[in-house]
């Protein structure tokens, strides 16, 4: 499965072992991190041994579902930006997206241009019909982000029973019409 897509200025590409130093600065950016719910990497060991299981661990998304969160690269300076990509949670087999980028990189516009990358591959490729996506309730840049490509709020929730969140769906249709 070839995971490797190109936007006018950025590439996208499963991790690889040299973005871990990367990987584990962004994760360890409390302003990155606030809303994600999500901890720092112990270290920059932790982050290559996440990125040796994300990618070749067989019931993991690369490998089962052929799809993923993707190290988000800037196509002219080759540099890691962060990482955008699709996901597939096991139980409910609903699909989500997700987001997250160095802070240097924030207010490019980048998070939306991968993330239509990754929408058109989930609606054309996978034929999902429907995406969704979890925003903490004061996360504002990344509902702009949801909203600027087109997804509506469906419901409020509390996320791991604690988070105030918003759940936000796009189908296939609404994205094309
Ligand atoms: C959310 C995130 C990925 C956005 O990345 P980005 O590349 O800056 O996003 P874009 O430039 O494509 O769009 C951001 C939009 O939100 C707006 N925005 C950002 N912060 C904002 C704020 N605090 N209040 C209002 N608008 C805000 C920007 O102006 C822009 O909208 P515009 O194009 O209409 O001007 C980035 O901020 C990030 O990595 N945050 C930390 C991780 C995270 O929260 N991930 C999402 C978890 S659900």
Request: glycine letters at 6%; charged letters at 25%; one cysteine or more.
């Amino acid at each position: 499965m070839n995971l490797n897509f190109e936007t006018e200025r950025l590439l996208l590409r499963p991790f690889e072992k040299r973005d871990a130093s990367h990987f584990y600065l962004m994760n360890n950016d409390e302003e990155v991190m606030r809303y994600t719910g999500d901890v720092p990497f112990e270290s920059i060991a932790a982050a290559e041994d996440f990125i040796e299981d994300y990618t070749n661990n067989p019931t993991g998304q690369i490998q089962k579902y052929h799809m993923g969160r993707l190290a988000v690269i800037d196509k002219t300076s080759k540099e890691f930006v962060g990482f955008c990509g699709i996901k597939t949670h096991e139980a409910s087999q609903i699909t989500d997206i997700g987001y997250r980028l160095l802070r240097s990189q924030w207010g490019k516009g980048y998070a939306t241009e991968a993330c239509h990358k990754m929408l058109k591959f989930a609606f054309d490729h996978h034929q999902k019909d429907q995406i969704i996506a979890h925003v903490h309730e004061q996360n504002i840049g990344s509902q702009r982000v949801a909203e600027k490509l087109g997804f509506q709020l469906d419901h409020r929730f509390l996320w791991d029973g604690l988070l105030p969140g918003r759940y936000y769906k796009l189908t296939r249709d609404a994205y094309y019409n």
